[in-house]
């Protein structure tokens, strides 16, 4: 049983940077992978990045490659997402996800449990 709630969306403009956040509750937090997902208006969820238990393994979608980075800290039950150059298309409701498995996942239905989502909008 994972509780998620995720912070530090915002408005910003083009070019800038945004540092979400995911805080987890659940003591097998550290035995969970990891995802971020958004969704615009409109649109369907889709993934944006993936970390494994350890950390030691993440996944980005061809989107965001090289403008974000995806990182945890299981002492703090934390998951974040550095995002860098930020444009226009990145503008949607960003999700933190965990999957009940050790290994991460690009697949939506892979995880089990989802939080509220943070709005992230970039201006051009």
């Known amino acids: 049983q994972v509780q998620l709630v995720e912070s530090g969306g915002g408005l910003v403009q083009a070019g800038g940077s945004l540092r979400l956040s995911c805080a987890a509750s659940?003591?097998?937090?550290?035995?969970?992978?990891m995802g971020w997902f958004r969704q615009a208006p409109g649109k369907e969820r889709q993934f944006v990045a993936g970390?494994?238990?350890?950390?030691?393994?993440?996944i980005y979608s061809d989107a965001v490659k090289g403008r974000v980075t995806i990182s945890r800290d299981n002492a703090k039950n934390t998951v974040s997402l550095q995002m860098n150059s930020l444009k226009p298309e990145d503008t949607a409701i960003y999700y933190c996800?965990?999957?009940?498995?050790?290994?991460?996942?690009?697949?939506?239905?892979?995880?089990?449990?989802w939080g509220q989502g943070t709005q992230v909008t970039v201006s051009s």
């Open positions: 659940g003591r097998t937090f550290s035995t969970y992978a």
């Open positions: 970390i494994n238990w350890s950390g030691g393994s993440t």
């Open positions: 996800a965990a999957r009940s498995s050790f290994d991460v996942s690009i697949r939506l239905y892979h995880y089990d449990y």
